[in-house]
């Protein structure tokens, strides 16, 4: 009796718990959080302030085992060595409220114009596609390890974004304005709950 390699026979026991449409977006996720790792890398030669070298770091060891993890669940389809973790970011809460005036946006016109605004941004753009890309994933993976791993990561996704959105706000660079306190309690007031029927199991 032939015997197959333990690798191979692996494989084909993990492409059978996966559809067509899982394997096409676990590509793309997996080449998303690539794009993101290999930009980062870039952005780091270029980064100025230490606390935004310091964020773009951490973030890159992080997502670098999300990589890993999401890779191993991927090819077999089993319950990976490295669960998916909880990324703990270093920023406050504090949101500062308010626009204040500044020079009109424009593209750079030279690589010397790139600055720690426009890098914290291009970090920013980089964690909210892929959030968006790992939700939208995970509700069609047929593999249940590999969709809880995509699910799981959409969380830490959103708070790699929430500590670059606080690290813009404080520094000015992502301002956030504010409605007169009359429309926002007109608006704060505009709804109102109701009565749950039957039984909520």
């Not at 026991?13 to 080449?31: K, P």
């Not at 790792?37 to 951490?58: A, M, T, V």
Request: no cysteine; net charge negative.
């Amino acid at each position: 009796m032939n015997q197959m390699p333990q690798n191979t026979m692996g494989n084909q026991m993990a492409s059978q718990s996966h559809g067509g449409h899982e394997m096409f977006d676990a590509h793309e996720v997996l080449a998303g959080l690539i794009t993101m790792l290999d930009q980062y890398q870039i952005y780091d030669q270029y980064i100025q302030d230490p606390e935004l070298k310091d964020i773009l770091q951490r973030q890159t060891a992080f997502v670098t085992q999300m990589y890993n993890t999401a890779v191993e669940s991927f090819q077999t389809g089993q319950k990976p060595s490295v669960s998916t973790q909880v990324y703990k970011m270093t920023q406050n809460n504090d949101v500062v409220y308010g626009l204040k005036p500044g020079q009109p946006k424009k593209p750079n016109q030279s690589i010397s114009e790139i600055s720690d605004k426009g890098l914290s941004a291009y970090m920013l753009g980089n964690t909210k596609s892929l959030a968006s890309l790992f939700a939208m994933t995970a509700l069609e993976m047929t593999n249940p390890v590999l969709r809880r791993v995509v699910a799981d990561s959409v969380p830490n996704l959103i708070e790699l974004s929430y500590e670059i959105f606080l690290y813009q706000n404080k520094h000015g660079y992502y301002q956030v304005p504010k409605l007169p306190l009359q429309d926002m309690n007109q608006m704060l007031q505009s709804y109102a709950k109701i009565p749950i029927q039957g039984n909520m199991h």
